[in-house]
């Protein structure tokens, strides 16, 4: 599986490009820089095929609405998340002053785990609530995107309006349960590993 990533938006998430097959690709979470994100596809003669959001937050879909009006991808966000793409207070937009929203105007919701499929590759959408009401994880391989909920030796917030701990909590437990070693791709911050997190995260420890 081959991995690119760029750092995007006001806020510098993480965004990930996952080559699916030869010249094909997903991306996982775009936070804005719409035009940083189409010009890498250029430069690497990629056509992307699917957005995959971790969650609502700006951070992580500031620019999806261009980049999905310019290739026509299809955007993926859990149900629980989805009126964050159409609302720039839900979205937490506002929270940054002069932070530009735009809607994403066509979407599709997921619900609970399921499972999205591109090219030679199969992505699991696994519901980890906590940072927000409808972030998810995708699984693919030997390889976790973890969006907000795990970071290296961290989690992600809870204290937004639709945050919960004691979600989060269920949610780190989910993942702390899978069998098996993964590569983690967080929101912000640099990879680490599952079994590193297990064994040296302080949120992880506690469960």
Same mark, same amino acid.
């Given at each position: 599986m081959k991995i690119h990533v760029l750092q995007l938006g006001t806020l510098g998430a993480n965004c990930y490009i996952i080559e699916t097959a030869p010249a094909q690709? *997903?991306? *996982?979470? =775009?936070? %804005?820089?719409?035009?940083?994100?189409?010009?890498?596809?250029? &430069?690497? @003669?990629?056509?992307?095929? @699917?957005?995959?959001?971790?969650? $609502?937050?700006?951070d992580h879909m500031g620019g999806v609405e261009a980049v999905r009006a310019a290739t026509g991808a299809e955007v993926y966000i859990h149900a629980d998340d989805a009126h964050k793409l159409e609302n720039a207070e839900s979205s937490l937009a506002t929270h940054i002053? %002069?932070?530009?929203?735009?809607? /994403? @105007?066509?979407? =599709? &919701?997921t619900i609970g785990d399921s499972f999205i499929n591109d090219g030679k590759l199969c992505f699991k959408v696994m519901h980890t609530p906590g940072h927000s009401a409808g972030s998810v994880c995708y699984i693919c391989d +030997? /390889? =976790?995107?973890? $969006? +907000?909920?795990?970071?290296?030796? &961290?989690? $992600?917030?809870? +204290?937004?309006? +639709? $945050? &919960?701990?004691?979600?989060?909590?269920?949610?780190?437990?989910?993942?702390?349960?899978?069998?098996g070693n993964y590569t983690v791709y967080p929101g912000h911050g640099e990879e680490t590993t599952l079994d590193f997190e297990r064994n040296n995260n302080p949120y992880m420890q506690r469960l």
């Open positions: 690709c *997903v991306a *996982v979470d =775009i936070g %804005g820089s719409a035009e940083r994100f189409l010009e890498f596809l250029r &430069s690497k @003669k990629l056509t992307l095929n @699917k957005i995959l959001l971790t969650h $609502g937050h700006f002053p %002069g932070e530009r929203f735009t809607a /994403v @105007k066509e979407y =599709i &919701s +030997d /390889v =976790i995107f973890s $969006g +907000d909920t795990l970071f290296r030796l &961290s989690m $992600g917030r809870t +204290d937004f309006y +639709d $945050g &919960s701990n004691g979600a989060m909590h269920n949610s780190l437990l989910r993942l702390s349960m899978l069998n």
